[in-house]
């Protein structure tokens, strides 16, 4: 477990009852070393004296978005870029709706929208509270942005009812800030020991599905998340690589340290391949891309017509980039993917050496629970003579060990 000694920690205290917790928990992270800053609300204040956790934490309380004071020594931006993690604990129902929806007028939600250190919520409130749709939106906007939710617990409430919202116990909280940095300290760790494998090496790799119009309205594609093109991306910036990603329609964060070109179509996907990838090392072709598109896009959206019970759409062939990227001259390593229901890996290597390619991922999305728009996958990755077998695992970790074993052949 990471060590909290001279860590920077800002506790953040909104109004909720469960403020009577906090001097504990301050208590503890000083006996583990660590440095922590406190910001009250004015709704905190009716629960707990700013002089209790002035006491424990041995620094003055922030409790002022305008303090004259507090600008002339560390004003909020420096308070928010002094934090290597921020707590919200108690975080109330309302303290919750004010950070989903980037609230910036008080310290305590400006803090948490100008900084960019990570931001963990401890939700304290009554159980009808925590279950209401409001809050379990605002809560999904929370974790769409980012933020860390940690609880709440079930069990015995101050308004006497027993239920969930129940804010975790100080030494729960110190576990779950020991296990954050913990984590992030084994992500420092294996992106340093992976740092160089691509390091100066130029990756192009495709992303999600593409999109077929048929009409203004609708259009041909399939269930391709991205996630797996995604987690890639990542893991190749992460080794050093310069790297872009074409990515079809997909509602996914840009990897840090990505150049990101958002297409539609693979006929929008091929050209700007086209255009990039001579000047690439590496071309991974993770996209799935529609084999066929309308030969006739219709102007207007198409109307069915009384007793009409078929309807028929021509199709043509689309670009198949990847082997397109491999015929090139002078063409970058290529890796393919084979999204297979059958025969996953006879089906994958005839697909190697049909495109030409040095080596295809094979995986089999007939299983619901691998592969398109799930969160892990199994996968193959096959060459002409070898075949590596990953097992199930999360599609970041999948992507991690097929960088290392890709920059190992090239």
């Not at 296990?179 to 100066?200: D, I, P, Q, R, V």
């Not at 086209?274 to 030969?295: E, H, N, W, Y």
Request: glycine share 6%; charged share 20%; with cysteine.
């Amino acid at each position: 477990m990471a060590s909290l000694s001279n860590r920077k920690l800002l506790l953040i205290v909104t109004g909720g009852i469960a403020a009577y917790k906090t001097p504990e928990l301050v208590r503890r992270l000083k006996d583990e070393g660590t440095e922590v800053r406190v910001v009250m609300t004015k709704g905190a204040k009716a629960f707990i004296t700013p002089l209790t956790l002035q006491a424990v934490s041995g620094n003055p309380v922030h409790d002022d978005l305008l303090d004259p004071a507090a600008e002339a020594a560390m004003g909020h931006i420096e308070l928010a870029r002094w934090a290597d993690l921020i707590v919200v604990a108690p975080a109330s129902a309302s303290a919750m709706a004010r950070l989903a929806h980037g609230f910036a007028d008080d310290l305590f939600s400006t803090l948490c929208l100008a900084t960019d250190a990570p931001v963990a919520l401890v939700p304290a409130m009554n159980r009808l509270m925590w279950s209401a749709p409001a809050t379990q939106r605002n809560l999904r906007l929370l974790q769409d942005d980012g933020k860390l939710i940690w609880g709440p617990n079930e069990g015995l409430q101050a308004c006497g009812e027993t239920g969930a919202g129940r804010m975790l116990e100080p030494q729960e909280i110190l576990q779950q800030i020991k296990e954050f940095f913990a984590a992030t300290f084994s992500l420092h760790k294996e992106m340093a020991e992976n740092a160089g494998l691509l390091a100066g090496k130029r990756v192009l790799i495709t992303a999600g599905p593409t999109r077929e119009a048929i009409d203004p309205v609708r259009y041909l594609s399939n269930h391709s998340s991205g996630k797996m093109g995604f987690a890639l991306a990542t893991a190749a910036a992460n080794a050093g690589a310069d790297v872009t990603l074409v990515a079809g329609p997909c509602p996914l964060p840009t990897p840090a340290g990505v150049t990101r070109i958002d297409i539609i179509s693979a006929e929008d996907m091929h050209k700007v391949v086209a255009a990039s990838v001579a000047q690439q090392d590496l071309f991974i072709g993770c996209a799935a891309v529609a084999d066929f598109r309308p030969m006739n896009v219709a102007e207007q959206k198409m109307k069915k017509q009384d007793g009409q019970n078929q309807m028929q759409i021509a199709l043509v062939k689309n670009p198949d980039i990847l082997a397109w990227v491999a015929e090139q001259e002078n063409a970058p390593f290529c890796v393919g993917f084979a999204a297979e229901t059958e025969n996953v890996q006879a089906y994958a290597r005839k697909k190697l050496e049909r495109k030409g390619i040095q080596m295809i991922i094979a995986n089999d999305v007939s299983n619901p629970e691998l592969g398109f728009n799930s969160d892990n996958n199994a996968v193959i990755a096959i060459s002409a003579d070898a075949e590596h077998h990953i097992g199930t695992n999360s599609k970041e970790e999948i992507a991690k060990q097929l960088i290392t074993l890709i920059s190992s052949k090239l």
